[in-house]
């Protein structure tokens, strides 16, 4: 097996994004689709998924894009994962801290992805050791961390642990 190539794009939405690198996985920032209604992709107002995928698809790769999604008034800090023009899922933070307005989601996000196994760690997760424990243990090659913003030193001290203690690569998008 070879090594896994990533490109990281922190700033742009994925509608205005024609071309890629050449990469394995492409992860997008929390600016890449924005805010996504269901209830609007589901009548065909909007096709923000569409367009992740269309673009996994035109670029050959596999395709991470953070977001808020709604759903009948509840937000959500979510990922969707794209491979080579197929939607495969869109995955929640798990951990809401009591001052957050948003709503947690119900499982992990585990992906195989252009053959590789991929495992996200979105918002709040990341400060929850059992996410990424949980995620080696399901035979991840790699995490994709997923930040709307770093204020502090915590995240990339964490991702350095983590990746020491649980023997894999963790790739981390955040925006500001």
């Known amino acids: 097996m070879y090594n896994m190539v990533f490109c990281v794009v922190t700033g742009g939405k994925v509608a205005e994004t024609e071309s890629l690198p050449d990469c394995d996985l492409a992860v ?3 600016e890449g689709l924005g805010e996504v209604d269901y209830e609007k992709e589901l009548r065909g107002e909007t096709e923000k998924f569409e367009e992740a995928a269309r673009l996994s698809k035109d670029c050959g790769c596999g395709l991470v894009c953070g977001c808020r999604t709604v759903s009948r008034g509840l937000v959500r800090k979510s990922a969707a994962v794209s491979d080579r023009g197929k939607l495969l899922g869109i995955s929640d933070m798990l951990h809401v801290l009591d001052c957050e307005d948003f709503k947690s989601g119900s499982s992990l996000g585990f992906y195989k992805v252009n053959g590789f196994k991929i495992g996200l760690c979105i918002g709040n997760d990341l400060l929850f050791p059992e996410t990424v ?4 243990m ?8 997923m930040l709307e913003e770093v204020r502090d030193n915590v995240p990339p001290l964490l991702i350095r642990a983590y990746s020491y203690l649980y023997g894999m690569p963790i790739v981390m998008c955040a925006g500001k």
């Open 28 to 30: 997008f920032g929390f």
């Open 133 to 136: 424990k949980s995620l080696s």
């Open 138 to 145: 399901c035979g991840c090659n790699a995490i994709v961390a």
